[in-house]
């Protein structure tokens, strides 16, 4: 038999808040520390003895080095706000410094939370303040963008460098006293170098480089042929790229092709042929394919970037060319240049690559999590997800709809806390959880929830979670409807009767999810006729910094008013570009009309 209430043991809450694995910190209203558990203790490196019966305030002030720090003035709004209207409030995540033992002072960065604890007459008795601490995720994130950017600044300091040295080499060339051809054309390819290499550090996509490499090379070294071998990016093969006109023309070639590109793109070896007539002997496979490209004269250089082989630059020229000392270092200063802007294009290319793949992973998951409603005969069902602009394509909202074994219309809007892949994650488990649970039972709202509170409870999932669950069934009256909820510290969801008018379902709410899975839950009943309109929605709907919550619903519920009649496709547009245009916070929408009958 199964137990019954009476057989159940009666559960030590004080001892279950104080082995809770949150910190947790009970303040009167007044911000007086009640009492704190041993994970809040732990993590603010304090005491019973020395904090209770204290201000909040008074345990924990400003850090008086940092005159900026905003922590404490933003703690003391948002637990005022959740005292003031009874609701609980989430906030950013914030710097606040914590004193030491020892008189020091420790960076912390924290996830709070501020949920009110009522009386039976509905007054606020205490608060319970849940503060995450975030430290390691944001030193992480910063440390990140960090590293990205001391990559660019080496990007750049390595380009300033090759500046400077052109420099160094244009002033000393004007120096010179020209008095030969070959002094001329030594000259004309250095000042030929310095401009190749102003124009090769505006390129960020490899056929853009390629264009002004062979643009810039033939005219720095008077050339009448150019072109580039690069690896594949497996490593295995090579790529023989040549521009034709303003077109790039590209090929397979062997690794053991006897071409000279291919053995400087191989072999890592310079190879220079002074004339393809008289260099027979030396090479003659090769130069009887050159011959074929009406040139006499090659020069085949590999590409290197920090050590490692990219290719190889290879450049030909009409009529022979004897290859000094000084053209040598000239086309080999060239090809330096060269390599270093091909590993600069390959690298911004492989960013832009991860992050396209780190997107379209983030938007297959919000896809695959929040599938299209279902379109019962008799309703319409609208849905909307929105993320925070700032934030990735997935966060902590969700948005439900689905049948239920017995024919009723199951609708879900919750809220976990959080904008990241933890938020998300968690928000994926509870998602379908609650689908399992509701198709399984096919119970009211209040039951599901209770079983979804207990689940989590018993799979250790802690995290606090704000929700609505509904439950659309048949109603008295042709076309009529019974909207059945139960709400779980969610805002109330909104309804617009069919001749405009609004009414905000603000019923007693139960308390959020994973506080105490042994509270029942209740619910509540309204009947819907044809034409009305439910809609449930998260926080970031009618929750922003410059107003209070009470603001935002007033506003929802105008606008519910003035947008009445509109289908319900365009109701929830219309409602995200009104309530919500500055993408301040995540936000999922959910709207319901029943249908006129016939």
Not at 68 to 77: E, I, K
Not at 383 to 404: C, I, K, M, S
Request: hydrophobic share 40%.
């Amino acid at each position: 038999m199964p137990e019954t209430s009476h057989d159940l043991p009666v559960p030590d809450f004080a001892k279950v808040f104080d082995e809770a694995p949150a910190p947790f910190l009970l303040l009167t209203p007044d911000l007086v520390i009640v009492h704190a558990n041993r994970a809040r203790l732990e993590a603010t490196a304090t005491t019973l003895e020395d904090t209770v019966g204290r201000h909040l305030f008074d345990v924990f002030p400003r850090n008086p080095a940092d005159p900026a720090a905003d922590g404490v003035a933003n703690l003391g709004a948002s637990l005022a706000e959740a005292r003031d209207t009874r609701r609980p409030v989430t906030m950013r995540i914030q710097k606040y410094d914590i004193p030491l033992p020892d008189g020091s002072w420790t960076e912390r960065f924290w996830s709070p939370r501020n949920v009110p604890i009522l009386d039976d007459d509905g007054e606020v008795v205490l608060l319970l303040h849940r503060s995450d601490d975030v430290t390691d995720y944001i030193r992480d994130r910063d440390e990140a963008r960090r590293a990205a950017e001391r990559g660019q600044v080496r990007v750049e300091q390595v380009e300033s460098d090759l500046f400077a040295r052109t420099r160094e080499l244009e002033q000393y060339n004007a120096a010179l006293q020209l008095s030969s051809e070959r002094e001329r054309r030594t000259a004309r390819s250095l000042a030929g170098l310095a401009t190749t290499v102003s124009a090769l550090a505006t390129a960020e996509t490899t056929e853009a480089l390629l264009h002004l490499l062979f643009e810039q090379g033939r005219s720095a070294l008077g050339a009448s042929a150019a072109s580039v071998v690069l690896h594949t990016p497996d490593g295995q093969g090579l790529t023989l790229t040549e521009d034709r006109g303003s077109r790039l023309l590209s090929a397979d070639v062997a690794a053991d092709s006897p071409l000279p590109m291919a053995r400087a793109a191989v072999h890592g070896e310079r190879v220079l042929i002074e004339d393809t007539e008289a260099d027979r002997p030396g090479h003659p496979d090769a130069v009887r394919l050159l011959q074929g490209l009406g040139t006499r004269s090659w020069a085949a250089l590999p590409l290197r970037s920090g050590g490692r082989l990219l290719g190889s630059w290879t450049i030909g020229w009409a009529a022979p060319r004897e290859f000094d000392g000084d053209d040598v270092r000239v086309l080999e200063a060239h090809a330096a240049q060269c390599g270093q802007a091909v590993e600069r294009v390959a690298r911004l290319e492989a960013e832009r690559r991860r992050a396209t793949a780190t997107r379209s992973l983030a938007e297959a998951l919000q896809r695959s999590l929040l599938t299209a409603p279902p379109q019962p005969p008799g309703l319409r069902i609208a849905v909307r997800y929105r993320p925070a602009a700032q934030e990735a394509q997935v966060g902590g909202d969700w948005y439900d709809a689905f049948l239920t074994p017995g024919g009723a219309t199951t609708l879900v809007v919750g809220d976990v806390t959080g904008h990241d892949r933890t938020a998300a994650a968690v928000m994926a488990q509870l998602r379908n959880l609650l689908r399992g649970i509701a198709h399984s039972l096919d119970a009211p709202p209040a039951p599901v929830l209770t079983a979804l509170d207990r689940a989590q409870q018993g799979l250790g999932v802690t995290t606090l979670v704000t929700a609505v669950l509904a439950r659309v069934e048949p109603g008295p009256g042709d076309g009529a409807r019974r909207l059945r909820w139960s709400n779980a510290g969610h805002p109330p969801p909104l309804i617009v009767r069919a001749d405009g008018t609004p009414e905000l379902l603000e019923r007693p709410h139960d308390l959020l999810l994973g506080v105490d899975p042994d509270r029942l839950r209740t619910e509540h009943v309204v009947e819907l006729h044809p034409g009305d309109t439910v809609v449930l929605y998260t926080d970031g709907l009618v929750e922003h910094r410059r107003s209070t919550l009470d603001d935002g619903l007033a506003r929802l519920v105008a606008a519910g008013q003035e947008l009445a009649g509109r289908p319900v496709e365009e109701l929830c547009d219309a409602l995200l570009a009104r309530m919500a245009p500055e993408h301040a916070d995540d936000v999922a929408l959910l709207a319901l009309r029943v249908e006129p009958a016939g």
